[in-house]
């Protein structure tokens, strides 16, 4: 199997020739993200504490080199950064969800849309927040 684009808005280091969908479809872009949540009223210096033992993880090489494997850069960055990507992609997606009448077939776990998506709305993209 071959890639042909990544749903990035940048192209990924570890395949710097593969194209972003975006230079052909402006305005395009999907990203996966990975977090880790705790239970509300989390005391401040303990998130802030499991925030900085998961960036230390995460920027070793080795780890760094696994999550390459898997096509993923990892970012990093403080909880506020994180609440961000959260505001910016919840409500997108909530109108992707809406506009192509997604259901969930919960005997399956199959996820079909009921409409075609628009062109610029996306299933698939590659990065790490955490």
């Not at 898997?70 to 959260?86: K, N, Y």
């Not at 009448?101 to 993209?125: C, F, I, Y």
């Amino acid at each position: 199997m071959r890639g042909i684009a990544v749903t990035t808005p940048k192209r990924i280091g570890t395949i710097p020739d593969m194209p972003t969908v975006g230079e052909s479809v402006p305005g395009y872009e999907a990203i996966l993200w990975y977090a880790c949540w705790g239970p509300k009223g989390l005391p401040k210096d303990i998130v802030m504490r499991w925030n900085r033992e998961i960036a230390k993880a995460i920027s070793t090489p080795e780890m760094r080199e696994r999550m390459a494997g898997e096509g993923l850069e990892p970012a990093g960055g403080p909880p506020e950064q994180f609440r961000d990507v959260l505001r910016r992609d919840v409500p997108k997606w909530i109108r992707v969800v809406k506009e192509a009448n997604v259901q969930v077939d919960t005997v399956n776990v199959n996820v079909r849309a009921k409409t075609p998506l628009k062109q610029e709305h996306s299933q698939a993209g590659v990065t790490n927040l955490c």
